[in-house]
């Protein structure tokens, strides 16, 4: 008798009735109240609480115009005189406890390279293993935290950062990072404001895209997130604030626990991201801020069993150190460690016959040199086709480059301040010698550095005869711009050079108006740019707008900025409840019948 009427009221419910269905299987369950032994006596409900979300934040925050005499303006200015004038001492911080021990270290302002503005402590491998154990202790709880309460810590933390503390993000990375006022917004503000409050928005979209429960009568299915069970490693580069906060807490958000180490020239605007997401409730031990020797501290997380995934951003050279040490220990691992890296990028502005002369060059010397051109995303080689350059191209490329004033960030007038530090300033001077001693290449701007008082790089323009020179086909990560002049009837030999001239493809743009060259240029250019632009720089990608990452040896290409990124930190759980009883295991076909 019961399971004829079981199979009824699945075949109703497959029909679509829900409300006869639950009749049928009413009047199965009495008759089987007698055998309750075997199974259960009516249905059950739903244990699973899937939230669901209506209210998305997804917008970008305003820019300001930084005006004189502006209310943004006497902010900033209040806020750069404080971190000026005093060194803050930055902790170690595991599980809210703050630590100042371990290896003395000073973080300084790159354009007046004498003044300190924090000091910091390398934790040694005993204190970034405490880290360890306090994280992966920390994941099991606050993976269990609902979804709505951790949304709220992170739309409260953009509240704070986009009032009360947006002068101290922008003090504290125009200082330490030496950004211009609009360079430090466009990163600290704005960028970082919209990678915290739209990755909330992502994650509410996410939670809301459940799976197909066509009976949910009688099944419902169910898609739940698990952060990384173990530890994520947040490894960060100095150059984008944005960056740190979006590498360290986008996989707290999606529930792992995290080891944030920041970049040593980037400590004091990072300190001050993890500061407010501690205002805005964060628990402890979700992130722990561990400032370390880069080598120590890979070293020790991937010799961790524990170690769920590290979200690296900085060079090619750094992340594939990483991956080889995973590769090499991978026996050891509970789970595989998600390798997320996104890393450096050597990209081109490609000038079409077609090309409007005046935006080519304008959005050139921007990507070029605008944070002395220290973004990954910086254009370092331009091709231009001969008709154009000496009649159009050459004279106001040369000219707006020489024009360019670099000093002090606080003056206003200036367009970059210093290269971050004296490695990065030696690796410059390196390749500008290079191409001095080369007969095969002219600098037509520039070439001229001073680290006197802070790392200065003039905006340098080399011209090259031969693509296979290094200085246009390796990362420098500095405001040095290399160009190759192509005959016109080479245009389809220069399309192939552009592909293949480096190992790099993160970011490209083409400036044309002939339309059938722009969609060649889309197919030819495919694989050669994760972000690929037409007319318009290399740089200045949106988060929501343009999500953001390389492929081949530029990274793993995840798209920050777009709701794709968060899943790599999720670890998703499908849950299948069915709330009707099974009391016997023949189908109708089979023509049996329980005892
Ligand atoms: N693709 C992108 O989205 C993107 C964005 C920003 C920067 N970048 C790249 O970042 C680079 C510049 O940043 P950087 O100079 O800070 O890079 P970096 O590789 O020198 O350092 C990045 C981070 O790795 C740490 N580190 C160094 N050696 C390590 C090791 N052996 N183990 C673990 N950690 C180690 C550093 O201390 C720092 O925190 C450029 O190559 C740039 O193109 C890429
Ligand atoms: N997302 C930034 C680059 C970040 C890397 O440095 C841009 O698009 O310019």
């Not at 009735?17 to 055998?35: D, F, G, Y």
């Not at 911080?93 to 021990?101: L, P, Q």
């Not at 722009?518 to 495919?526: D, G, N, S, V």
């Not at 740019?529 to 953001?548: H, L, R």
């Given at each position: 008798m019961w399971p004829r009427l079981w199979f009824a009221a699945r075949r109703t419910a497959i029909q679509g009735n829900a409300e006869n269905a639950l009749k049928t299987l009413t009047r199965a369950s009495s008759s089987q109240a007698k055998r309750a032994e075997f199974s259960q006596s009516k249905p059950t409900k739903s244990v699973l609480n899937v939230e669901k979300f209506t209210d998305f934040q997804l917008y970008n925050e305003e820019v300001p115009q930084?005006?004189?005499?502006?209310k943004e303006i006497k902010n900033l200015e209040k806020a750069l005189e404080h971190y000026e004038n005093n060194c803050e001492d930055i902790p170690i911080v595991i599980n809210g406890k703050e630590i100042r021990k371990g290896q003395e270290t000073y973080q300084v302002m790159p354009?007046?390279?004498?003044?300190?503005?924090a000091k910091y402590y390398y934790a040694d491998n005993a204190t970034i293993e405490e880290a360890i154990r306090a994280s992966v202790e920390k994941q099991k709880e606050w993976d269990r935290t609902p979804l709505t309460k951790r949304i709220e810590i992170w739309e409260r933390a953009a509240d704070l950062m986009t009032h009360k503390y947006r002068a101290d993000l922008l003090a504290t990375t125009m200082l330490g990072?030496?950004?211009t006022v609009i360079q430090a917004e466009i990163d600290s503000g704005a960028e970082l404001i919209d990678f915290v409050r739209m990755n909330a928005g992502y994650l509410k979209q996410l939670a809301n895209d459940q799976p197909l429960s066509p009976q949910p009568e009688i099944t419902k299915n169910s898609l739940r997130f698990r952060g990384l069970e173990g530890f994520v490693a947040a490894i960060t580069p100095f150059n984008f604030t944005a960056i740190g906060g979006n590498l360290a807490y986008t996989p707290a958000l999606m529930g792992c626990s995290v080891l944030w180490k920041p970049s040593d020239t980037a400590m004091l605007s990072n300190w001050t991201v993890f500061k407010i997401m501690r205002e805005a409730g964060?628990?402890?031990?979700?992130v722990n801020f561990v400032p370390a020797i880069g080598k120590n501290f890979g070293d020790t997380i991937t010799s961790s069993?524990?170690?769920?995934g590290i979200n690296f951003t900085g060079s090619t050279a750094t992340f594939k150190t990483l991956w080889k040490l995973v590769g090499d220990k991978i026996?050891?691992?509970k789970n595989y460690p998600r390798l997320i890296g996104e890393c450096g990028g050597k990209n081109f502005h490609f000038i079409h016959p077609s090309a409007n002369v005046q935006t080519a060059v304008a959005q050139t010397i921007r990507s070029a040199f605008?944070?002395?051109?220290?973004?990954?995303?910086?254009?370092?080689r331009l091709y231009v086709p001969e008709s154009l350059w000496?009649?159009?191209?050459?004279g106001p490329l040369i000219e707006k480059a020489k024009d360019l004033q670099i000093g002090?960030?606080?003056?206003?007038?200036?367009f970059y301040g210093a290269v971050i530090d004296e490695n990065s300033y030696q690796r410059i001077l390196g390749f500008i010698n290079e191409v001095k001693n080369d007969?095969?290449?002219?600098?037509?701007a520039g070439g001229n550095l001073s680290n006197l008082k802070g790392f200065f790089v003039e905006p340098t323009i080399v011209q090259v005869k031969?693509?296979?020179k290094r200085v246009i086909?390796?990362?420098?990560?500095?405001?040095v711009l290399s160009v190759y002049v192509y005959k016109d009837s080479d245009l389809d030999k220069t399309i192939d050079l552009v592909r293949t001239a480096t190992k790099y493809a993160l970011t490209g743009s083409v400036f044309a108006t002939d339309e059938s060259f722009l969609k060649r240029a889309l197919e030819e250019f495919k694989h050669a740019a994760g972000n690929f632009y037409i007319n318009d720089k290399s740089t200045g990608a949106v988060v929501g707008q343009q999500p953001f990452g390389g492929a081949?040896?530029?990274?793993?290409?995840?798209?920050?900025?777009?709701?794709?990124?968060?899943?790599?930190f999720a670890s998703m759980q499908a849950v299948k409840e069915t709330f009707v009883p099974l009391?016997?295991?023949?189908?109708?076909?089979?023509?049996k019948t329980n005892n």
């Amino acid at each position: 008798m019961w399971p004829r009427l079981w199979f009824a009221a699945r075949r109703t419910a497959i029909q679509g009735n829900a409300e006869n269905a639950l009749k049928t299987l009413t009047r199965a369950s009495s008759s089987q109240a007698k055998r309750a032994e075997f199974s259960q006596s009516k249905p059950t409900k739903s244990v699973l609480n899937v939230e669901k979300f209506t209210d998305f934040q997804l917008y970008n925050e305003e820019v300001p115009q930084f005006l004189p005499g502006s209310k943004e303006i006497k902010n900033l200015e209040k806020a750069l005189e404080h971190y000026e004038n005093n060194c803050e001492d930055i902790p170690i911080v595991i599980n809210g406890k703050e630590i100042r021990k371990g290896q003395e270290t000073y973080q300084v302002m790159p354009h007046r390279k004498g003044h300190k503005i924090a000091k910091y402590y390398y934790a040694d491998n005993a204190t970034i293993e405490e880290a360890i154990r306090a994280s992966v202790e920390k994941q099991k709880e606050w993976d269990r935290t609902p979804l709505t309460k951790r949304i709220e810590i992170w739309e409260r933390a953009a509240d704070l950062m986009t009032h009360k503390y947006r002068a101290d993000l922008l003090a504290t990375t125009m200082l330490g990072q030496s950004k211009t006022v609009i360079q430090a917004e466009i990163d600290s503000g704005a960028e970082l404001i919209d990678f915290v409050r739209m990755n909330a928005g992502y994650l509410k979209q996410l939670a809301n895209d459940q799976p197909l429960s066509p009976q949910p009568e009688i099944t419902k299915n169910s898609l739940r997130f698990r952060g990384l069970e173990g530890f994520v490693a947040a490894i960060t580069p100095f150059n984008f604030t944005a960056i740190g906060g979006n590498l360290a807490y986008t996989p707290a958000l999606m529930g792992c626990s995290v080891l944030w180490k920041p970049s040593d020239t980037a400590m004091l605007s990072n300190w001050t991201v993890f500061k407010i997401m501690r205002e805005a409730g964060l628990p402890d031990g979700v992130v722990n801020f561990v400032p370390a020797i880069g080598k120590n501290f890979g070293d020790t997380i991937t010799s961790s069993p524990d170690l769920a995934g590290i979200n690296f951003t900085g060079s090619t050279a750094t992340f594939k150190t990483l991956w080889k040490l995973v590769g090499d220990k991978i026996d050891t691992y509970k789970n595989y460690p998600r390798l997320i890296g996104e890393c450096g990028g050597k990209n081109f502005h490609f000038i079409h016959p077609s090309a409007n002369v005046q935006t080519a060059v304008a959005q050139t010397i921007r990507s070029a040199f605008e944070y002395g051109g220290q973004k990954c995303s910086a254009c370092s080689r331009l091709y231009v086709p001969e008709s154009l350059w000496e009649s159009q191209f050459k004279g106001p490329l040369i000219e707006k480059a020489k024009d360019l004033q670099i000093g002090d960030v606080r003056d206003i007038g200036n367009f970059y301040g210093a290269v971050i530090d004296e490695n990065s300033y030696q690796r410059i001077l390196g390749f500008i010698n290079e191409v001095k001693n080369d007969p095969e290449c002219t600098i037509l701007a520039g070439g001229n550095l001073s680290n006197l008082k802070g790392f200065f790089v003039e905006p340098t323009i080399v011209q090259v005869k031969d693509t296979n020179k290094r200085v246009i086909r390796d990362e420098i990560f500095g405001p040095v711009l290399s160009v190759y002049v192509y005959k016109d009837s080479d245009l389809d030999k220069t399309i192939d050079l552009v592909r293949t001239a480096t190992k790099y493809a993160l970011t490209g743009s083409v400036f044309a108006t002939d339309e059938s060259f722009l969609k060649r240029a889309l197919e030819e250019f495919k694989h050669a740019a994760g972000n690929f632009y037409i007319n318009d720089k290399s740089t200045g990608a949106v988060v929501g707008q343009q999500p953001f990452g390389g492929a081949r040896q530029s990274g793993t290409n995840d798209k920050a900025g777009c709701p794709f990124y968060l899943m790599r930190f999720a670890s998703m759980q499908a849950v299948k409840e069915t709330f009707v009883p099974l009391p016997d295991v023949y189908y109708p076909y089979m023509n049996k019948t329980n005892n």
